[in-house]
């Protein structure tokens, strides 16, 4: 490779049709493209299950970290489930927007009917692997299902977190939080 007719002219038209002001920049795009890319190359790698599993694991740990400041901020550790449910949501405004829209009770569990707005849906919805109520949704499956569990304790025997329906219309998520309290 020859270099010798690198001067400083051409450096400076050089920079001058690559340089990009830093306002220019979109890292939320940035992020977009790298999260669909890990989906993709997990999946092909490892597989469904592995995929799965993994971004599950990616929202527990946050899950374990949110209970674990809420305990200390509230300075408690025995929650009821609504109140957990309560100030998990006050807490987490920054990235969720929810509303319930019913309470089904049954003799062994109940569920909360919950319309969902999370800080995933925007950027990532209009990617086919990303979009609401797919893979990349274990993510906040793992978050609650593990703060939850790590709130309530022993008054849960199980809570699982399920993706009913993408609402366009209200642009929302539609999920169930199924409580398994120890005792109703």
């Known amino acids: 490779m020859e270099t010798n007719g690198i001067d400083e002219n051409f450096l400076n038209d050089l920079n001058g049709s690559i340089q990009n002001d830093i306002s220019n920049i979109n ?5 977009e493209v790298i999260s669909e890319s890990i989906v993709y190359k997990i999946l092909d790698i490892f597989g469904r299950n592995s995929l799965l599993s993994m971004l599950y694991q990616t929202g527990a ?10 305990k200390q901020k509230y300075e408690k550790n025995d929650f009821e489930i609504f109140e957990a449910l309560k100030i998990l ?12 829209r019913e309470v089904q009770e049954y003799s062994d569990h109940f569920k909360v009917i919950v319309e969902n707005y999370c800080f995933l849906r925007d950027p990532y919805s209009h990617r086919e692997k990303l979009k609401p109520g797919k893979a990349f949704c274990r993510i906040n499956k793992g978050y609650f299902e593990t703060a939850f569990k790590k709130l309530l304790g022993d008054k849960l025997k199980k809570v699982e977190i399920n993706f009913l329906h993408n609402d366009l ?11 398994y309290p120890s005792q109703l």
């Open 61 to 70: 740990g946050p899950g374990e970290k949110i209970a674990e400041i809420i």
């Open 27 to 31: 890292s939320l795009k940035g992020f």
């Open 169 to 179: 219309e209200n642009d929302v998520c539609v999920e169930e939080i199924v409580f």
């Open 89 to 100: 949501m006050i807490e987490l405004r920054d990235f969720y927007s929810m509303q319930i």
